[in-house]
Nanobody, 119 residues
Framework: QVRLVESGGGLVQPGGSLRLSCAAS????????MAWYRQAPGKQRELVANITSSGSTNYPDSVKGRFTISRDNAKTTLYLQMNSLRPEDTAVYYC?????????????WGQGTQVTVSS
């Protein structure tokens, strides 16, 4: 079992910055993918950024160049640095990790943290 707790959300003006954190505990030794997703009202949950066990990162075009995902070497904390925030970045942001089990994988989600970009 893996427990994920996000923090760092809040209200920020357009053009501002926020840094989200996600503390992971439990069976973290075999974590593979770590990621941030977001879900805006009335929309599907979407990938914001992910980082593999080897450190490779991936971003959709909507956040590329503005957001940066990182983690500590022990994989106990995942970060998302968000710069040049826009109103369309407003959403609940979720931390996600998975770990391989047999031929499949187990997926874990945090409870989410609200990010609101508004003047």
């Amino acid at each position: 079992q893996v427990r994920l707790v996000e923090s760092g959300g809040g209200l920020v003006q357009p053009g501002g910055s926020l840094r989200l954190s996600c503390a992971a505990s439990g069976s973290i030794f075999s974590i593979n993918i770590m990621a941030w997703y977001r879900q805006a009202p009335g929309k599907q949950r979407e990938l914001v950024a992910n980082i593999t066990s080897s450190g490779s990162t991936n971003y959709p075009d909507s956040v590329k160049g503005r957001f940066t995902i990182s983690r500590d070497n022990a994989k106990t904390t995942l970060y998302l640095q968000m710069n040049s925030l826009r109103p369309e970045d407003t959403a609940v942001y979720y931390c996600y990790v998975d770990r391989p089990v047999g031929d499949g994988r187990l997926k874990y989600w945090g409870q989410g943290t609200q990010v609101t970009v508004s003047s």
